[in-house]
């Protein structure tokens, strides 16, 4: 008899936490708490951006604090985007990149740099796409890759990698550049700065 039986189709992903249910009802969430919503927990990455984002305000509110002449703010500037436009598209060219992705990188990274809300490397990833143009059999290929030369042959890797590490190279260059900024135009001086730091240790 099939009564009180029940078909369900589910992925092949399910199955295991399914089974597990299933030999271990006790287990089971009641019906409530699964309803309540999560609470919103603050992670290290919205942390760590905000940070970053005060650093960078800070580095230019210093700046123009410090005198706003006109030689200072196009220093600033000029260090900021060859600085974080720099690794940014270094980080294409070592994702082996089409260098029209590069350009893109170091023409955009001064910019998401200041905002958090985006990266350069999707600007660079897209650009890359449109070049490699990747299938959904680079998508299945991939899963089949041997090596790390087997993946840098996949078109969709690369794109993945190369907006990967221009985010990575446009990171760097954001802690660079406020380095440089502030030693160029003395609001730090590294000697003292290592001096402190080393007296705290």
């Known amino acids: ?3 009180g039986r029940v078909l369900a189709v589910v992925g092949a992903g399910h199955k295991e936490g399914i089974a597990r249910h299933l030999a271990h009802p006790e287990n089971i969430p009641q019906l409530e708490e699964l309803k309540e ?13 905000v940070v970053v984002m005060l650093l960078i305000l800070g580095t230019f509110g210093l700046v123009l604090l410090e005198g706003a002449s006109s030689h200072n703010i196009l220093l600033a500037f000029g260090i900021w985007f060859v600085v974080t436009g720099g690794l940014s598209g270094l980080g294409v060219l070592l994702a082996r990149g089409h260098p029209l992705s590069a350009l893109t990188a170091l023409g955009v990274a001064w910019m998401t740099t200041l905002n958090p809300l985006v990266a350069a490397g999707w600007f660079a990833g897209m650009v890359e796409a449109w070049k ?3 299938t959904v059999s680079d998508l ?3 899963a089949q890759a041997e090596s790390f030369d087997d993946m840098m042959a996949n078109k969709f ?3 993945i990698l190369v907006a990967a590490l221009a985010n990575l190279g446009a990171m ?3 802690f660079l550049g406020i ?13 003292e700065l290592v001096g402190n730091i080393t007296h705290l240790i």
């Open 1 to 3: 008899s099939l009564e």
């Open 37 to 49: 919503r999560p609470k919103k927990r603050i992670s290290f990455a919205q942390v760590f951006g």
């Open 132 to 134: 490699q143009k990747p």
């Open 140 to 142: 299945k290929k991939l």
């Open 157 to 159: 890797f690369r794109v």
């Open 172 to 174: 760097a260059g954001t």
């Open 179 to 191: 380095y440089l900024i502030w030693q160029k135009l003395g609001l730090i001086n590294p000697t």
